[in-house]
């Protein structure tokens, strides 16, 4: 606060008592998060969130915010940066969505699926928060994953096949 309130140092140090934050206090910040709030707020709170708990025992806290709706939530159908607040949890029907942690996949998933509405560098930033609170399995680089497949009902020419073979220097050229 100091940064941008220099003038009133004494009244908010001296006076009223304010502190330093701890996590605590970001944490309590985080459990008041709604959906008017803007997604700048959001993620500032996310970031000191992420960078007060590198390296603390607070599982018990992050425990506490997973059920609290505070996720900002994309579905790419309004020019709104977020529609709805999510919780962390566990990844379910009702609780579908992801993280786009690669512009690639964000922009093949946005408007397709519900995406955390971060840019790919605040999610870099937010990444130790992510993992404390269990989002790993929501990555969409982990569930994302191309297979190849044949469909439909497919016989085997051994003739033709035998044929290609034997032309096989000419179709190389």
């Known amino acids: 606060m100091i940064q941008h309130y220099h ?4 009244l908010f140090c001296e006076t009223i008592g304010l502190g330093p934050a701890t996590y605590k206090t970001v944490i309590a910040e985080a459990k008041q998060i709604v959906l008017t709030d803007s997604l700048d707020f959001i993620r500032d709170v ?3 969130l992420s960078h007060m708990s590198h390296g603390m025992n607070c599982e018990t ?3 506490e915010l997973q059920a609290f709706q505070i996720f900002p939530i994309s579905t790419g159908d309004t020019d709104s940066s977020f529609q709805f607040l999510k919780p962390a949890g566990n990844l379910t029907e009702s609780n579908s969505w992801y993280i786009s942690d690669d512009k690639a996949l964000h922009e093949r998933f946005a408007g397709r699926a519900p995406l955390l509405a971060f840019d790919n560098s ?3 930033l937010i990444n130790t928060l992510l993992h404390r609170m269990g989002c790993e399995n929501r990555m969409l680089s982990k569930l994302a994953v191309k297979h190849a497949t044949i469909e439909g009902w497919n ?6 096949t035998h044929t290609l073979q034997n032309k096989w220097k000419y179709i190389a050229r």
Not at 7 to 10: I, P
Not at 155 to 160: A, D, F, S, T, V
């Open 7 to 10: 003038s009133c140092e004494v």
């Open 46 to 48: 996310f970031k000191q």
């Open 61 to 63: 806290e992050f425990s």
């Open 122 to 124: 605040t999610i870099g």
């Open 155 to 160: 016989e085997l020419n051994g003739q033709y």
